[in-house]
């Protein structure tokens, strides 16, 4: 059964900073998606990587995969308030369901 | 843009009700999806479909069941509602094929059971 870890749970930093948030999973996929849902919205979704070292990037955002280690990343450069959100892992099991992360909410201050 | 369309934002229901969540994409997906989210648990899945009059349990199906008699319109139904079942719920759709986006969500629908 496929399991998906994030960490951290919940991030607080402030502005200009670098971090990265892990998301651990348990079992091989073909496909790992991050979401972003922001207060009481729905979720969006920001990247799909496909294979081992796919790397995507958006802005401020860079999202990477390393299958072997079963590992993927969400970096965040020099951090602005409009990223405060939460941030979602998904991955494939089976032909049709995404499993998810528990999520981290990142909370960007002045 | 495909959209995903669920018929209430907030509800608020009483204990032993039968509840109805409606769900209306607008894209012709084949697969539609719902989760319940909860604080510190992320998204699990209650019930998917693949084809009209299909259904598969998924991760928390117990308390719940779905209707799905056309391709576009999937329905989730608690029996008997109960507090535990105070949460987020959202609807999701997506193409067999997948994509690059893998699903689009709708806006989410909270419901409160008292």
């Known amino acids: 059964e496929l399991k998906v870890e994030q960490n951290p749970l919940f991030l607080s930093m402030q502005e200009g900073k670098n971090y990265t948030i892990y998301c651990n999973y348990s079992t091989t996929s073909d496909r790992l998606y991050w979401y972003r849902q922001d207060p009481g919205k729905s979720l969006e979704s920001l990247f799909v990587?496909?294979?081992?070292?796919a790397v995507k990037q958006e802005g401020r955002l860079m999202a990477s995969l390393d299958t072997k280690a079963r590992l993927s990343t969400l970096h965040i450069t020099a951090a602005v308030h409009d990223l405060s959100a939460t941030y979602f892992c998904?991955?494939?099991?089976?032909?049709?369901?995404?499993?998810f992360g528990q999520g981290t909410r990142l909370t960007i201050n002045p | 843009d495909v959209k995903v369309t669920q018929s209430s934002r907030y509800l608020v229901k009483r204990t032993g009700e039968k509840v109805f969540l409606e769900c209306v994409q607008d894209?012709?997906?084949?697969?539609m999806f719902w989760y319940r989210q909860d604080p510190g648990l992320g998204l699990r899945l209650i019930y998917f479909s693949y084809d009209v009059k299909m259904k598969e349990k998924g991760d928390i199906p117990e308390g719940y069941s779905v209707s799905r008699e056309k391709k576009e319109r999937f329905s989730l139904i608690l029996e008997s509602a109960s507090t535990n079942q105070t949460s987020m719920y959202l609807c999701a759709s997506s193409l067999s094929s997948w994509g690059n986006y893998g699903y689009t969500f709708g806006s989410g629908t909270r419901l409160t059971v008292v």
């Open positions: 894209m012709d997906h084949e697969n």
């Open positions: 998904a991955l494939i099991q089976g032909a049709q369901k995404l499993v």
């Open positions: 990587l496909l294979s081992n070292g």
